[in-house]
């Protein structure tokens, strides 16, 4: 051993003795001819470690050499592994073996192996890495993390853990400031209570919420979200989604502009030309709002919303300024119902839709035309009651009232009740006009039009067309056959205008026709 040598042992036992040694990136110009750049002064302190020793590879190279459970420290940065590698000049340094790095931002780093750059603070670690923020876990074989910005980046595969939620993709994209992850490539993002795949998603691990930055498809059991971009926070469960996204389950289908959800409340919002699809109930909604609460099984659509009732290739359109369904619960019993003794022990727990419309309502299909301030449908009967003002036209006939019921089936019109104050009018082919009113009408539809309708009340009042010389003709009420009330009176001549009033089958007022007697006029109506 030379007196060099023993001199530096002498050297480097006294100042580990007193806490560390520093050493310098700082080359002897005697050892090169190439002086450094000053950014390239780097300083390295030795903290620890089971033996050291500096070893010249040649003129321009000298390694400090660290072994067993060897600390380094650079700046606000501390290096551990099993063995450290120091290049004075370069200002670099190798770990080898259960490596970490404890950086001054609280993130933990693990790897079997790292490259360290003094100079840009840059670490390039590999094989079983493993960064820890204190939220989550990201977990790859090659990662590059540059300590300055607090910036890694990972290729060929990673994933990341945050309790029970786990993302994977090929590459990605750390940030340690903000605790925002960018997963590129086959994204794919597994919760307990859904799974997510996309080309590209953003993570952050303090507030758990993802970002939707490219299409993403969520499958969970509740059913499947299409978005292009979005937020959904894991914690909350709220999520908003934009770019047209698309809803789909067993029962329904749902898109919109943009749409909110709460998994808490189970409401899911949505704002601009709304669309569902409720292929159980045959019920298709639109409108620019809906909000629908799915754990009753409601919802309610504002701004220019629509409601189409559809069968086959049979359709009734609805509108109104505001449209409200929801479900009745009803008890059915294995009995018949008018059974007063039926076992309740037995009865069962079903439910009925029912629709709700509010201002300005407007139905339309192939066989009729209705309009009303309100109304209320009832999947258990699928009669519309029209109520306040309402009126509904069927080819040449219009029927108007208090409140107007209107049975369905099938998509077409099956029977009509007009409740007080009950009109009727129906236009001829010549242009004249048959009327009826009576405090209640009931019209029969064959074929989606009217074919008989029935009056009674007190009182009923007729007025028919006139042609031909103002002489009624057989077939000239067609379409309007009044009620066993009103067909009986004393034979009396009709004069002038043709205007039938009758209370209770009695009549009280007449104006009569020329030359036309009331029997002949009355024998035209059966029952």
């Known amino acids: 051993m030379t007196a060099k040598d023993i001199l530096f042992r002498i050297a480097l036992l006294t100042t580990h003795c007193f806490g560390g040694l520093i050493l310098t990136a700082q080359v002897n110009v005697k050892e090169s001819s190439t002086p450094p750049r000053p950014d390239t002064l780097k300083i390295i302190q030795i903290i620890s470690a089971g033996n050291m020793r500096q070893i010249t590879v040649n003129d321009s190279t000298v390694l400090e050499t660290l072994a067993g459970k060897a600390v380094v420290k650079h700046e606000n940065t501390i290096l551990h592994g099993d063995s450290i590698v120091i290049h004075k000049r370069l200002g670099t340094v190798e770990v080898f073996g259960n490596l970490h790095i404890i950086d001054s931002n609280s993130v933990h780093t693990y790897a079997q192996y790292l490259k360290y750059l003094g100079k840009e603070k840059i670490a390039y670690l590999k094989k079983n890495v493993r960064l820890s923020d204190g939220k989550s876990q990201l977990y790859t074989n090659d990662l590059e993390y540059n300590l300055a910005t607090g910036i890694a980046i990972y290729k060929g595969g990673g994933k990341v853990i945050t309790e029970k939620t786990t993302l994977t993709s090929n590459d990605g994209i750390y940030y340690a400031q903000t605790k925002d992850i960018f997963f590129k490539n086959n994204v794919r993002m597994k919760d307990p209570k859904y799974t997510m795949t996309a080309d590209s998603l953003q993570y952050n691990s303090e507030f758990k919420t993802a970002y939707f930055i490219s299409p993403t498809t969520i499958v969970s059991n509740e059913g499947v979200i299409e978005t292009s971009s979005g937020s959904y926070n894991i914690q909350t469960g709220e999520a908003l989604f934009y770019d047209n996204p698309v809803f789909r389950d067993k029962k329904r289908y749902i898109r919109g502009n943009k749409m909110a959800f709460d998994e808490k409340t189970g409401i899911i919002q949505i704002e601009g030309n709304g669309k569902v699809v409720d292929t159980e109930e045959k019920v298709i909604v639109l409108g620019n709002q809906i909000l629908i609460n799915k754990k009753n099984n409601s919802f309610l659509a504002t701004r220019k919303p629509v409601m189409i009732f559809y069968k086959d290739r049979d359709s009734t359109y609805i509108s109104a300024d505001t449209l409200f369904s929801g479900k009745n619960s009803r008890k059915i019993f294995p009995n018949d119902k008018k059974d007063t003794l039926r076992n309740t022990s037995l009865s069962k727990i079903d439910s009925v839709r029912f629709f709700n419309g509010f201002h300005n309502v407007k139905i339309f299909n192939d066989s009729l035309q209705a309009v009303s301030d309100s109304l209320y449908y009832s999947t258990e009967d699928s009669t519309f009651k029209l109520m306040n003002n309402p009126v509904c036209w069927n080819n040449s006939s219009q029927v108007k009232g208090d409140t107007i019921n209107l049975l369905i089936q099938n998509q077409k019109a099956k029977e009509l009740k007009v409740i007080n104050n009950a009109i009727l009018i129906n236009q001829t082919k010549e242009g004249f006009f048959n009327q009826v009113a009576g405090r209640y009408l009931e019209a029969i539809f064959i074929n ?68 036309y007697a009331l029997p002949k006029l009355i024998d035209r109506f059966e029952y």
Do not use: T
């Open 448 to 515: 989606g039009n009217i074919d008989k309708a029935f009056v009674k009340g007190s009182p009923v009042q007729l007025l028919c067309k006139y042609v031909n010389e103002y002489y009624l003709k057989e077939n000239d009420c067609i379409h309007i056959i009044a009620s066993i009330e009103a067909i009986y009176a004393d034979e009396k001549l009709i004069q002038k205008d043709n205007w039938l009033q009758l209370d209770k089958g009695n009549i009280v007022a007449i104006n009569g026709l020329d030359g």
